[in-house]
Structure formats: structure tokens, C-alpha cells
């Protein structure tokens, strides 16, 4: 009864549909597969062609943050894949790390594996993505904004965009290590 409730007035009010898309500190929730029209607060977009004439790991750090699609976390950290991920050559690839909501362990592991790949430079560029239309490369990217990144680019159309430059993916291992 409770739930029909709920579903009821979400379906008759656009502003709580909407407000439900979003936490308390402006990230986005749920239904992450969808238009997104802005760089969060104090990032910016970079297009597939310019993020293509960078190295990454040289140039630019390169940061995946799609899901592990069916993976799982085992109590050590360590990450059980159930089909492989294809990223852009070079990325660093976090899983779940663009997720509004994170799972324990996800913040902090992500907090930690861009602090060290950074090596104390803050200043250091910062390309987080996804897939097309998707929010989870704007949530982290956000995500390292808020905590002091000061070179932080957001490409939107994310490993969607790089295979329409005709780039090739690798495949991508969780950073951390990963179970067989």
C-alpha cells in the first residue's frame, strides 16, 4: 500500500519525479542512462577528438567509472568480473565509482586510487567517462571537484564517442586487482 503510494504521487507530481533523481548534494541517483547537458560545477567538457590527441597515463589520467555489469566486490576488495570490460587504452577503470550512492568501500577505494595515481599533483588533468548519456562520469567527476581536483574534464560522450573516432578499446582490469 505504501509503495503505491509513493508511486502515485511521483506520477502525478514532475518535481518529486525529478527531486528523486538527485541526492541531497546534487548527484544523481538514478535512471543513470540519460541525456546530460552540463559539466558539473567547475569542470569541463572536453570533446572525443580533443581527449583522442591526448596519451593517457602521459598527458592526462584517464578515469573509467562504468559498472562492472554483473561483477561483484569480494570481501577483500578485489573485484569478480562477470563478462570483460573494454575501455579506452590506458584508462584506469573504478568501478561503480560514478554511482550517486556509493557502496562501502567505493568512495574510499576511489578516493585512495586517485590520490595515488595523482601523486600529491592536484593540478594534474582529469578525464572521467562512462558511456554516452550516462551520469555516472559526471557524478565522479563532480565527486573530484568537490574534493579539491582542480583539473577535472568531463567526456560526455565517453567510450561511446572514443569508437565513433574509429580509437580502439582495450580491455580495462579493475584498479585494485581482480579475481579470476
Not at 7 to 34: E, N
Not at 156 to 163: I, L, P, Q, R
Amino acid at each position: 500500500m505504501r509503495a503505491a503510494l509513493i508511486i502515485a504521487l511521483l506520477a502525478t507530481s514532475p518535481a518529486l519525479a525529478q527531486d528523486a533523481l538527485f541526492d541531497a548534494d546534487g548527484y544523481r541517483i538514478a535512471h543513470y542512462r540519460a541525456p546530460v547537458h552540463q559539466p558539473p560545477p567547475g569542470v569541463g567538457r572536453i570533446a572525443p577528438q580533443a581527449a583522442a590527441q591526448l596519451r593517457p597515463g602521459h598527458d592526462a589520467l584517464f578515469i573509467d567509472v562504468l559498472p562492472a555489469e554483473g561483477g561483484h566486490r569480494e570481501a577483500d576488495g578485489r573485484w569478480r568480473l562477470a563478462t570483460p570490460h573494454d575501455s579506452i587504452p590506458g584508462a584506469h577503470w573504478f568501478p561503480e565509482a560514478g554511482r550517486g550512492d556509493l557502496a562501502p568501500g567505493i568512495g574510499d577505494g576511489f578516493a585512495r586510487g586517485i590520490a595515488k595515481l595523482m601523486r600529491v599533483r592536484r593540478d594534474r588533468m582529469l578525464i572521467l567517462f562512462c558511456k554516452a548519456d550516462c551520469w555516472m562520469g559526471w557524478n565522479a567527476a563532480r565527486r573530484l571537484r568537490a574534493a579539491g581536483y582542480r583539473n577535472v574534464w568531463w567526456l560526455a560522450e565517453g567510450v561511446d564517442g572514443w569508437t565513433d573516432l574509429k580509437r580502439p578499446l582495450s580491455r580495462a582490469q579493475p584498479d585494485g586487482g581482480v579475481a579470476p
